[in-house]
């Protein structure tokens, strides 16, 4: 799961990464949205995804991460809980203009159980380092925090590195200490 506020470059880092085609639900933002959507933040922002963004990358001949992109907007906040249903992890990413945009995927992550790690998305240059923006997600120090930019296949390639490294390391701590 990739997930994060409005406007934040899920679909961007679904698209720059997929080796397949993305299947993407991006639709054109009308007139009908005004007063129920701000782009506050979002500047240039004229679609948005209105189920999910879904694509694929393969990690070795056995291993594929199916990538599923949520939509940012709180009217389609009910659709993540049917969207975690047997995710292994995911990604929040924020955009450091807006990052109490945030604050909803991180609750509903650990509401669920869901391990995550954190991509501050620089479209622009940061605004903040990454120990203010941990400071400011109360992000405990075992959350993986690391910088991308969700246009550059490589830069979301490494955050993907990031969070399957993370399950890992979860994974191999439950079993030492079972």
């Known amino acids: ?13 679904v698209r720059s990464v997929s080796e ?22 979002a500047y240039g922002k004229t679609t948005t995804t209105v189920a999910f963004d879904f694509g694929r990358i393969s990690l070795n001949a056995e291993m594929v991460l199916y990538l599923f992109g949520a939509p ?21 990413l924020v955009d450091t203009r807006r990052v109490e945009d945030s604050w909803y995927a991180i609750d509903r992550l650990e509401h669920h159980g869901t391990p995550f790690i954190v991509a501050r998305n620089n479209f622009e240059p940061p605004q903040h380092d990454l120990d203010t923006v941990r400071d400011a ?18 830069s979301s390639k490494r955050v993907l590195v990031g969070l ?14 079972s």
């Open 1 to 13: 799961m990739i997930v994060g506020g409005f406007g934040v470059g899920k679909t961007t880092m």
């Open 20 to 41: 397949i085609r993305p299947l993407s639900t991006e639709e054109t933002m009308t007139q009908a949205g005004l007063g129920i959507d701000s782009n506050a933040g």
């Open 72 to 92: 940012g907007q709180e009217r389609f906040w009910f659709l993540w809980d049917r969207l975690f249903s047997g995710t292994l992890g995911a990604v929040v």
């Open 137 to 154: 997600l109360t992000l405990p120090d075992d959350v993986p925090l690391i910088d991308c930019d969700a246009r550059d296949r490589e």
């Open 164 to 177: 399957v490294d993370h399950l890992y390391r979860l994974s191999t701590a439950r079993e030492t200490a």
